[in-house]
């Protein structure tokens, strides 16, 4: 079964940067996307980034230009660098990775963005 660890999250001042790394293992077999979710108190979980195998990526509108995803094939790991932080970016940032189509979801990450 596929386990997705993540780790990097924390306290940050609005400005400064963070950087959150997953780590999948397990049975994980054919070409997979990983990527990052967030969720806020309150609202729904929604998509942050995600990059394909090959390294295509897709990112939200709100955390363009700001942020960026990229992924270690050899350890199965996938990072998201986030810089210029806001406020609003604080949420549970989780970690996913989509294999043959079935999606896994690590237990999230705090970040939280202060003023």
């Known amino acids: 079964q596929v386990q997705l660890v993540e780790s990097g999250g924390g306290l940050v001042q609005a400005g400064g940067s963070l950087k959150l790394s997953c780590a999948a293992s397990?049975?994980?077999?054919?070409?997979?996307?990983m990527g990052w979710y967030r969720q806020a108190p309150g609202k729904q979980r929604d998509l942050v980034a995600t990059?394909?195998?090959?390294?295509?990526?897709n990112y939200a509108d709100s955390v363009k230009g700001r942020f960026t995803i990229s992924r270690d094939n050899a350890k199965n790991t996938v990072y998201l660098q986030m810089n210029s932080l806001k406020p609003e970016d604080t949420a549970v940032y989780y970690c996913?990775?989509?294999?043959?189509?079935?999606?896994?979801w690590g237990q999230g990450t705090q970040v939280t963005v202060s003023s």
């Open positions: 996913n990775l989509k294999d043959w189509g079935i999606n896994y």
């Open positions: 397990g049975s994980i077999f054919g070409i997979n996307s």
């Open positions: 990059i394909a195998r090959g390294g295509s990526t």
